[in-house]
């Protein structure tokens, strides 16, 4: 391991000039030396490196040696007591305490809580118990106690408007450590960690031991705000989630790592990839009395015991001091795309993910987000009118399912009797191939396409899957109300919308014709559907059920629209002659 100089005994070293002097300007110069290593800050990285041994090749974490003291003691340097220093910007009000050059509160204003208040983003009761955000992860466990405890000297005290820098120091027998801070106008900022004993680098990882302010409070009655670790490593992203992960030592390149939960994320973006080194770790709280609940009218904590996973990471160089930039804000897409990594290639963008409708869901966000920036400022109202609109986009096509459906229901006599002459044939008998094709020659003969009803279907039904995986993990929906409903990505605290789409849904049902389809599977469908329906909704985001119902809305309308022409009563006419004919074979054959 490269060794670094101890930065309270540096300046003044090149003394060769002096050995000429007299005796007397020696002593003199010795005096002069030591009162200038007291007041010259530590010199810079690129000067540290010109001073230290040949690097050595990255030891794990629980090998890297620990060199016993072998210089003198450096003059101790921390506070007489307890202080805080405040750093503001138009984003975040972070509170520091000298005790650990540790993060006890870090405001995020843009954001509330359950109370209205501004979301504190540390998760205080995972924190007072694992450790506040920014502390330090050491090889030797003592150390990382001992700095972590400490008293620092800070450069200032009170508050710091961004743009600013902040220092830590902190010097007690042969023990050095510097934090240093830099904030700008954004939610990331720099930090730059150096730990020495005896003047040899200790490996110090910075670290967010885990949890979210915002997983105080849950959507629904039985889920808990999830928590997972994010990470771009050699190349490729990796989504972990919190059951997945474990305290382990994990090495580079990395070019971001961090924890997340469905809203927010805290992500290291090392100086240096190639060297980062980080340590996931995972531990478990109880949440039953400090959790909340969202959209049932109460906010009461939960009754029994909730053991929750509380993820956390730590990021650092083994090999000598930590540089690293730190992004801790929301998840939203505009925000992530912004933030890249060493690798200008590189954005956080991918620790916002849909999952496998990604691209639809994506393209959902980004036109719901379009609407509510320059049409209705209410995301409520931008879910109806994006649901407007794609039901106008999708009605051409269900008019081609009622030409195609009517098509099929003309040369449905002719397929009957193409039915009823192999009827006699076993399923697998080859001449069965025959049937198919007579039955494909009619229907292209006659421009009928199999496939023109399944259309809607399979355009609508991954929209709806892209919006059930979408609604949940968008940051700028967090407690976004409508009407009655306090927050569209908690379910509807009175039902309202569950009972709407049941019903909604049967209309649909009955509303829409159906000549092709057996009269007891249609019966079947009218209430299989609703009651599918409700059920998805009854206890998920309320959001979905209002795109949901309001599309039945729109399809009700419009089927009974085209009910009304020539092609809804021809369609009307054929299913009443099919009806009738049907009745009469039945009665004849008894």
């Given amino acids: 391991m490269a060794e670094f100089s101890n930065p309270n005994q540096q300046g003044g070293q090149d003394s060769s000039s002096m050995m000429t002097l007299v005796i007397i300007l020696l002593a003199v110069f010795l005096g002069v030396n030591y009162y200038h290593s007291k007041t010259t800050p530590p010199p810079s990285s690129s000067t540290q490196q010109?001073?230290?041994?040949?690097?050595q090749p990255t030891p794990s974490l629980a090998s890297a040696p620990q060199t016993a003291a072998t210089q003198s003691t450096a003059p101790a340097v921390q506070a007489a007591a307890?202080?805080?220093t405040v750093v503001e910007n138009d984003l975040y009000r972070i509170t520091f305490s000298n005790r650990g050059a540790e993060v006890t509160s870090w405001i995020l204003k843009q954001f509330k809580d359950l109370d209205g208040k501004p979301l504190d983003i540390i998760h205080q009761q995972a924190a007072a118990q694992y450790g506040y955000p920014l502390s330090l992860t050491t090889t030797d466990g003592s150390v990382a106690g001992t700095l972590n405890q400490a008293l620092f000297l800070p450069s200032?005290?009170?508050q710091l408007s961004a743009p600013a820098t902040l220092t830590f120091q902190y010097s007690s027998g042969n023990l050095v450590a510097t934090k240093t801070f830099t904030f700008d106008a954004s939610y990331v900022l720099h930090a730059s960690v150096s730990v020495t004993r005896a003047g040899v680098p200790v490996p110090a990882l910075i670290s967010w031991p885990g949890g979210f302010g915002d997983q105080n409070e849950t959507p629904n009655q039985t889920a808990y705000t999830s928590s997972q670790f994010d990470q771009y490593r050699n190349g490729a992203f990796d989504h972990i989630d919190a059951k997945k992960v474990s305290g382990n030592s994990l090495s580079g390149p990395f070019d971001f790592a961090g924890v997340?939960?469905?809203?927010f994320a805290a992500i290291f973006l090392p100086d240096t990839p190639a060297t980062a080194t980080v340590i996931t770790q995972n531990n478990s709280l109880d949440v039953s009395?400090?959790?909340?609940r969202v959209g049932f009218g109460s906010n009461e904590p939960a009754t029994k015991a909730l053991m929750e996973p509380i993820v956390g990471a730590a990021l650092g160089n083994v090999n000598g001091p930590t540089e690293t930039r730190i992004f801790v804000g929301p998840k939203a897409i505009s925000v992530l795309k912004s933030v890249h990594a060493t690798d200008s290639r590189i954005s956080l963008e991918p620790v916002l993910e849909f999952g496998f409708w990604s691209y639809i869901s994506k393209f959902l966000f980004l036109s719901l987000q379009f609407i509510h920036s320059h049409i209705v400022s209410n995301w409520g109202w931008s879910i109806v009118i994006l649901t407007v609109v794609i039901n106008l986009l999708m009605l051409p096509f269900r008019i081609k399912t009622m030409h195609s459906a009517l098509q099929m229901q003309r040369i449905q006599p002719q397929m009957d009797a193409i039915k009823e002459k192999y009827k006699k044939l076993k399923v697998t008998d080859p001449k069965r191939n025959e049937m198919n094709a007579e039955i494909m020659k009619l229907q292209s003969d006659n421009g009928v396409?199999?496939?023109?009803?399944?259309?809607?279907?399979?355009?609508?039904?991954?929209?709806m899957i892209a919006f059930f995986y979408m609604l949940p993990k968008v940051v700028e929906l967090r407690h976004a109300h409508w009407f009655w409903l306090p927050d569209l990505q908690a379910p509807d605290p009175y039902h309202i919308l569950p009972i709407l789409m049941i019903v909604s849904m049967f209309l649909v049902q009955y509303y829409t014709p159906s000549p092709g389809v057996d009269p007891?599977?249609?019966?079947?469908?009218?209430?299989?559907?609703?009651?599918?329906?409700?059920?998805?909704?009854?206890?998920?985001?309320?959001?979905?059920?209002?795109?949901w119902s309001v599309g039945n809305l729109i399809s009700i309308l419009q089927q009974q629209v085209m009910n009304r022409t020539s092609l809804g009563r021809e369609m009307r006419e054929v299913a009443a002659k099919r009806a009738r004919r049907k009745a009469t074979t039945i009665q004849g054959r008894k």
Avoid at 260 to 263: I, M, V
Avoid at 289 to 292: F, Y
Avoid at 521 to 544: E, V
């Fill in 289 to 292: 009395k400090t959790i909340k």
């Fill in 82 to 84: 307890e202080q805080t």
């Fill in 50 to 55: 010109t001073t230290q041994q040949p690097a």
């Fill in 449 to 463: 396409n199999m496939f023109g009803g399944c259309i809607p279907t399979l355009i609508t039904m991954p929209l």
């Fill in 156 to 158: 200032q005290t009170g």
């Fill in 520 to 547: 007891s599977q249609q019966r079947m469908m009218a209430f299989m559907m609703p009651a599918f329906s409700g059920y998805m909704t009854w206890n998920y985001a309320s959001g979905l059920a209002l795109y």
């Fill in 260 to 263: 997340a939960d469905p809203f």
